[in-house]
């Protein structure tokens, strides 16, 4: 890669205070009512961390925005960027990271979806056996879990200390209710304005953490087919790099939708295409952030030992899913039936459960089925059996009226509090508070 083509990447070195203003990422903010900063997502970590999530989420955008708060302490050229969708090959990535530090010996150093090179892992191994990233911060950036993950265990000991790999989910229902002023700083103080909660928790059954989606939702009232189009785009995009079929992943989408929160097999999702067919796609929608699912806890006694549940890993690609599935051109608020609304109330507390367990655990090669499963006895189903820090907490996603109540189980309720009851809305804000509060009572 040519210097200039460096130098373009990095328009601080020669205007450190003017850039933002030419930086596409920046003017789109700039339409945006509501933009989160996410500052100290990432601690500032001595050697090499990577940073994976899905596309069309802010991880790029997150990146400008901490090298802008970095450009107040640092010197400009302290500071080096590089998309790893402009380099040819790991050739060319070892030379540009060796000219970078040979003009400017950068203290902190960016290299955005790395996934994109081929053997990108030996090209990093060749620099940090040569000291290139000695004493510095280097952050690569990536949207493939299975691509990191597979990769970065070709670096033994060449990665920072402790966690180095962090996963960059979409906003959480807390950081969503930030963006329209509501913070409470524990779950008790949530529980009282809990009538200011649950309006925003129908809109982020709608919009989900997906930025781009809260914005459409404000300005226009509801998520319209422009939107969609963008976001199934990207799926289209890393299917082909994948050689998999589009036609077939929307009908697995549709399928899990139809099937969401309800216990099932990869067979039975979709008829067009075979089991191991089947299987092998949902670990590629898995790997891309589409889907997560959980097993059965080996406690359960009835029903079939195999089957899963599988979950969207946000609300809003549940609506994606019936939008590639022809069965929607929009959504809004005023599409949330009662069973709609239990369906996603189950999903958001999946997804609370994986992005609370991920930050506890610090764990670099975090999988949520190791902490979360499901359980069928003769009392019926129990959602989600979850074991964190020696205990496991049995909770049941009730957003309707909670009929027979099971012994020891936590219901997790549209607006209910009790010994063993909590609104959806407190425990998506305080998940371990929230439990800790009704147990309380």
């Known amino acids: 890669m040519e210097i200039e083509g460096i130098a373009k990447q990095n328009p601080w070195w020669g205007n450190p205070k003017g850039w933002e203003g030419q930086d596409r990422h920046f003017r789109l903010l700039e339409n945006y009512k509501y933009v989160y900063e996410r500052e100290g997502y990432l601690p500032a970590k001595e050697g090499v961390v990577v940073l994976y999530g899905p596309r069309q989420i802010g991880k790029t955008t997150w990146i400008k925005r901490r090298i802008a708060n970095l450009l107040k302490t640092c010197k400009s050229t302290e500071i080096f960027y590089l998309n790893a969708e402009t380099v040819r090959d790991r050739f060319e990535l070892y030379e540009a990271v060796k000219t970078a530090g040979g003009l400017y010996s950068p203290k902190y150093i960016f290299i955005d979806e790395i996934n994109a090179i081929a053997d990108w892992e030996r090209g990093i191994k060749a620099l940090v056996d040569e000291g290139a990233f000695e004493g510095k911060c280097a952050l690569l950036s990536g949207s493939s879990s299975l691509n990191i993950m597979k990769k970065s265990e070709r670096l033994p000991g060449r990665l920072a200390k402790g966690k180095n790999k962090y996963r ?58 422009e939107l969609f189009s963008v976001y ?33 097999t990869w067979s039975a999702i979709s008829r067009s295409a075979s089991h191991p067919t089947i299987a092998e796609y949902v670990e590629t929608l898995k790997d891309m952030f589409v889907f997560g699912y959980i097993e059965k806890s080996r406690r359960a006694k009835e029903g079939m ?51 609370f367990l991920d930050g506890q655990k610090q764990e670099s090669d975090f999988e ?22 020696g205990k496991t907490y049995f909770l049941e996603s009730k957003f309707g009226k909670v009929e027979k109540e099971k012994k020891g189980v936590i219901y997790i309720t549209k607006n209910q509090f009790g010994r063993n009851k909590i609104p959806l809305a407190v425990f998506l804000l305080h998940p371990l508070g929230s439990l800790e509060l009704c147990r309380a009572v």
């Open 305 to 355: 030992p195999k089957n899963k549940k599988i979950y969207f890993s946000d609300p809003f690609l549940y609506w994606l899913a019936l939008y590639r599935g022809r069965k929607i051109d929009g959504a809004g608020v005023e599409d949330l039936g009662l069973e709609t609304c239990g369906k996603l109330a189950e999903l958001c507390v999946y997804s609370c459960l994986v992005d």
């Open 232 to 264: 199934s785009a990207w799926i289209d995009g890393e299917l082909a790099k994948v050689k998999k079929s589009p036609e077939i992943t929307t009908g697995i989408m549709d399928g899990a939708a139809n099937a969401l929160t309800n216990e099932t």
């Open 368 to 389: 949520p089925r190791r902490y979360i499963h499901f359980e069928r006895g003769e009392e019926g189903e129990i959602d989600f059996c979850v074991r964190h820090e």
């Open 168 to 225: 960059f989910y979409p906003l959480s229902f807390a950081e969503s209710a930030r963006l329209y002023g509501m913070e409470f700083k524990d779950a008790k103080s949530a529980l009282a304005g809990l009538d200011k909660l649950n309006p925003l928790l129908y809109r982020y059954f709608i919009h989900g953490g997906f930025i781009r989606a809260q914005n459409a939702l404000e300005e226009k009232g509801r998520l319209d087919e």
